[in-house]
Structures are given as structure tokens and as C-alpha cells.
């Protein structure tokens, strides 16, 4: 099947008796616009960047994993303010040798830093696709509705909620904590917080998670006006997990000091240590006593997708919202991630607000469709969901679950590299895709061994060999290798470990002649 030219797809509309054609009305002489004068010149350079950015990706490999950025590039990018026109082509030589070459990257397969994802080539092209249709997806009967509505029921069928859970794509899992914090503390905490604030406040309320959780949440905490304060953090157990018998211990005790409980945060795959906490037990531990439970599955609930993985998050489907970011484990370009919650109607009483201007109509361009920015904080929204609807089309659902077996499966074979190493020590278990580990030498004591870890990390950066992050885990600093990259393959991990190896003897030889 062939695709269908764009003036394919007109004559099929002039066919159908479609609506008249508009006689174009080029602008006159004295009128501005950002068009161009010579179409053919920009389908070229068009051309050009789609060439050129195919090969970038193609050839990630053959580039350091990261470089630092010049001073040459930083001078080039300190320019004043350009009043005047520039070349489109002369721009986009200025990016090719000032911009592209010295990303954070993630695109690399040697990229383990933080939890990031390394995009995909289809979708690269998806976002050529939304910025030339430049859709605001807030409402109205647009296509890009229509795509999020699908792509939202697809999310929530992938993670076992409801058929009917709403949802809301954003920005990322820091802005779908808030959302599902919102509609939290709407549902929860017994008072007219959104029309009255913190006057209407008797009790203060209390949202409660482990000490493991994403700092997004106190961020969240201090938006919605209930302050950090607010955030019982709970001790987790050797596991990293939360302490559920801790968990349910304070929700008492706060209830008899005339606190208002209202949510509990579980995480499915921390940041720190890929732990996940037993979804289960907190979900008995949110009904028993009326909570509502939020879980962060930023990048971890995406193991819902692997028959092999998806046991260790038997619960997820009795929260009543979750977060989960799409540009860590699923790939997808950045930004994107989703909000679900369980209640519709919470979740749009918690943002929608009347406006006449908004006002959906019965027929027109305002008629009633899925107001999405009556689900979140934007009323101005890309069409994100384009990205995702291409990607979970193009790769299928099957794939992402491959994959995240496919991560995890390295993370275990690097743990047993650290492990068979004498020169370096596992710094916590490994249940998902995150391997934390430092530099244990025989002889040398906790804190020559921290900072010879934070000399690896340095080194192992700088040289371009990979880009594991660091993180503190029991007030002691460890290297972190986040594994959410597609392109990864086992023998990058025997690299990283290679190369760690020569720096420790390196700096041990170096150490032992001063």
C-alpha cells in the first residue's frame, strides 16, 4: 500500500464533494509573513535536516557518548539579540557545528544516566509531523483529540486500569505527580480546597510516601499550598521498598494527633534503586483507611508490558491514579508523559474551571468533545499525543515489553560483572533496570573508596566511554547505571567495566607512588 500525496488526499475530498476549494490570496506587496519566498529552497533544506539527522542517529555509535561543550560553542551561542533575518540554511550550519554535537546523550547506547530514554527514529519524524500541524490540543473536534482520547484508553488498557479512567497527557512524571496529587487532595481531604484554599483548612492534611520517592512529590506538595510539610516520608526496608507497617503505624498516629490523611504515594521503580514498593499491601493499607493512592510509575510501571516483569506490580490496578513518563522506558521523543486517574469526574473537577471564551458548543469547531485542559494545568497543549499514537503503532505494544526484558537482563549481567569484580561492591540490590555500585578496592577505606568512585564517574564521562549517573545510598556515593536504552547491547556493559578496571588500577598505581 502506498501512502497517499497530500494532493492525493485533496482530490479524495473534491471527490467526496468535500468543501470548496478557498481561492488563494497571496499577501500584497506591504504584507509580512513567516512563509517563504522560495518553497523549493526549504524543501531542500528540509531534505537536508531529515538526511542528516537519519545519519546522526544511524551513526550514534561511532560518537563519544558525551563531549563537554567548547568554549568555541558556548561563545558562538552568546550572540546579541538578532534583529535582522539570517539565512535558514546559514542557521542550520550554525546548529550542525555548535548545537548538535554536544547534547546530554541519551541517544547513545552507552547512555545510563538518570532515568532517560533514547528517542527513535520514527519518532523523530513524528515531531516533523506536529510542529507542521501545530494542533492545540486543549478541545474541540480536531483530529488531535481524537488521537489522545485513543492513546489514553491504550495507556490505561497497557497498565490493567479501567476502561473508562481519564487521563491527560504532559509534560513528564514530575506534572502527572501533580495532577494525580490534585485530584487527591480534591477527592480526599474533606474540604473546598479549590474554592477556598487554605482558610478552609482544619486539620492539616498529610500525603505519605518512603524517603525513596522522586522529589517531584514535595515539589507537588509545595503547588497545590499544602507545603513540604506536608509529605510524611516513611523509612524504607533493606529493599529500598517502603515499610508498609511503618506506613500504616503513621497514618494512625496522625489521626490521633487531628491530622488529616488524605493519599499515599507508592513507587513502582524508584529512582534510586529501580525498587518497587508492594503494591498490594499499600493499596490494603489506602482502602483500610480511606486514602487515596497515587502510584509514581514514572519509568518502572512500564514493566506492566512484559509478561515476565509483570508480577511485581500486582496492585497497579487498584490505584486510583498513576504517573508515567513515556520518554523513559517507552521511548518516545521529549517530551511526554500521562496522568490516569481512576474518577473522571474528580479528575476534571480538580482543573476544569468556566470561562465563557471556552464555553463547548453544540456544533462548530467548540462543539463537545474531551476537554483536555479541563484535565491539567495547561490550557495551551501540544499535540504530544502524535507521538505516541505513531510509536505504539509502529513498534507495537509486544516490543516495549522485549525491551524492558531486554534492559533488565543487562542490568543482571552487569551486577554479576560487579560482583565477580574485586575492585567494586554492589551498593544495592538490583530487582529492575537500575545497578548501583562503587569502587571497593581490598585495603582502602569508605571514604577513599567514595572518592575514587567519584573519580571513575568523572573519568568514565569525560573519556566518552558511557554516562552512568551517581547517586548517595546509605550516606555513601555510588556510581548508577539506569537502563532504559534500546540501543544497549551486553557488550556495552563489558566495556563500561573494562574501562573502569584500567582507571582503578590507573589511579591505584598512581595512589601507592605518592
Given at each position: ?18 468543501p ?16 517563504p519566498?522560495?518553497?523549493e ?8 535536516m ?7 542517529l ?7 557518548a ?9 561563545a558562538a551561542?552568546?550572540?546579541?539579540l ?8 546559514d542557521v ?42 501545530n494542533?492545540?490540543?486543549f478541545a474541540g473536534?480536531?483530529?488531535?483529540v ?14 490493567g ?17 501533580l495532577?494525580?496529587l490534585?485530584?487527591?487532595r ?17 486539620g ?39 515499610d508498609?507497617?511503618?506506613?500504616e ?15 499515599v ?14 503494591l ?6 489506602a ?10 510509575g514514572?519509568?518502572g510501571a ?5 509478561p515476565?516483569l509483570?508480577?511485581?506490580l ?7 491514579s ?5 520518554h ?5 521523543p521529549?517530551?511526554?508523559?500521562c ?13 476544569a474551571?468556566p470561562?465563557s ?10 462543539a ?5 485542559s ?7 497543549r501540544g499535540f ?14 509486544a516490543r ?5 526484558e531486554?534492559?533488565?537482563a ?5 551486577a554479576?560483572?560487579?560482583?565477580a ?8 540490590p538490583?530487582?529492575?533496570n537500575?545497578v548501583c ?8 577505606d569508605?571514604?577513599a573508596?567514595?572518592a ?17 549517573s551517581?547517586?548517595?545510598l546509605d550516606?555513601?556515593?555510588a556510581?548508577?547505571?539506569?537502563i ?6 551486553q557488550?556495552d ?6 574501562v ?7 589511579q591505584?598505581?598512581?595512589?601507592d607512588s605518592?
Amino acid at each position: 500500500m502506498t501512502v497517499a500525496t497530500w494532493g492525493a488526499v485533496l482530490q479524495a475530498d473534491d471527490d467526496r464533494g468535500g468543501p470548496p476549494p478557498v481561492r488563494p490570496m497571496p499577501p500584497a506587496d506591504d504584507e509580512a509573513t513567516l512563509d517563504p519566498a522560495d518553497w523549493e529552497a526549504v524543501r531542500a533544506l528540509g531534505h537536508r535536516m531529515v538526511d542528516d539527522m537519519l545519519g546522526y542517529l544511524r551513526d550514534v555509535r561511532r560518537r563519544p557518548a558525551w563531549r563537554p561543550v567548547p568554549a568555541s560553542a558556548k561563545a558562538a551561542l552568546d550572540r546579541p539579540l538578532p534583529n535582522d533575518a539570517a539565512d535558514a540554511a546559514d542557521v542550520y550550519a550554525d546548529f550542525v557545528e555548535h548545537v548538535l554535537p554536544y547534547p546530554t546523550g541519551n541517544v547513545h547506547p552507552r547512555f545510563w544516566g538518570w532515568v532517560m530514554g533514547s528517542g527513535s527514529p520514527t519518532g523523530m519524524l513524528s515531531l516533523l509531523l506536529e510542529g507542521a500541524m501545530n494542533a492545540n490540543a486543549f478541545a474541540g473536534d480536531q483530529s488531535p483529540v481524537y488521537v489522545e482520547q485513543q492513546v489514553i484508553a491504550w495507556i490505561a488498557e497497557m497498565l490493567g486500569l479501567p476502561n473508562d479512567t481519564s487521563g491527560v497527557l504532559v509534560t513528564g512524571g514530575s506534572v502527572a505527580n501533580l495532577v494525580g496529587l490534585t485530584a487527591a487532595r480534591r477527592a480526599r481531604a474533606g474540604i473546598d480546597f479549590d474554592g477556598l484554599g487554605l482558610a478552609a483548612i482544619e486539620g492539616a492534611p498529610v500525603l505519605y510516601c518512603s524517603t525513596e520517592t522522586h522529589n517531584s512529590v514535595d515539589k507537588a506538595a509545595a503547588t497545590l499550598g499544602l507545603g513540604r510539610a506536608a509529605v510524611r516520608k516513611i523509612p524504607v526496608r533493606a529493599d529500598y521498598t517502603i515499610d508498609v507497617d511503618a506506613l500504616e503505624a503513621a497514618i494512625i498516629d496522625d489521626r490521633v494527633l487531628g491530622r488529616r490523611p488524605f493519599c499515599v504515594v507508592a513507587n513502582a521503580g524508584t529512582v534510586n534503586t529501580g525498587a518497587t514498593d508492594d503494591l498490594a499491601r499499600v493499596a490494603d493499607v489506602a482502602e483500610r483507611h480511606g486514602l487515596w493512592l497515587h502510584v509514581d510509575g514514572a519509568f518502572g510501571a512500564v514493566a506492566a508490558l512484559s509478561p515476565a516483569l509483570r508480577d511485581r506490580l500486582a496492585g497497579l490496578d487498584r490505584a486510583d491514579s498513576v504517573a508515567l513518563d513515556l520518554h523513559k522506558w517507552l521511548h518516545m521523543p521529549y517530551d511526554v508523559g500521562c496522568a490516569l486517574v481512576r474518577d473522571r469526574a474528580t479528575h476534571r473537577a480538580s482543573y476544569a474551571q468556566p470561562a465563557s471564551y471556552l464555553a463547548r458548543q453544540t456544533r462548530g469547531l467548540a462543539a463537545e468533545t474531551t476537554t483536555f485542559s479541563d484535565l491539567g494545568p495547561q490550557l495551551s497543549r501540544g499535540f504530544r499525543a502524535l507521538r505516541v499514537w505513531m510509536e505504539l503503532r509502529t513498534h507495537g505494544v509486544a516490543r516495549y515489553g522485549q525491551l524492558a526484558e531486554q534492559n533488565v537482563a543487562q542490568a543482571r549481567h552487569l551486577a554479576s560483572l560487579v560482583e565477580a569484580s574485586p575492585n567494586f561492591a554492589l551498593a544495592a540490590p538490583v530487582p529492575l533496570n537500575v545497578v548501583c555500585f562503587r569502587a571497593a578496592p581490598p585495603g582502602l577505606d569508605a571514604a577513599a573508596c567514595d572518592a575514587l568512585t567519584r573519580e571513575l564517574l568523572a573519568q568514565v564521562q569525560e573519556r566518552g566511554v558511557a554516562v552512568p549517573s551517581h547517586t548517595m545510598l546509605d550516606g555513601r556515593f555510588a556510581l548508577r547505571v539506569a537502563i532504559t536504552n534500546h540501543r544497549s547491547r551486553q557488550s556495552d556493559f563489558d566495556l563500561l567495566m573494562q574501562v573502569l578496571e584500567e582507571i582503578v588500577a590507573e589511579q591505584l598505581v598512581t595512589r601507592d607512588s605518592s
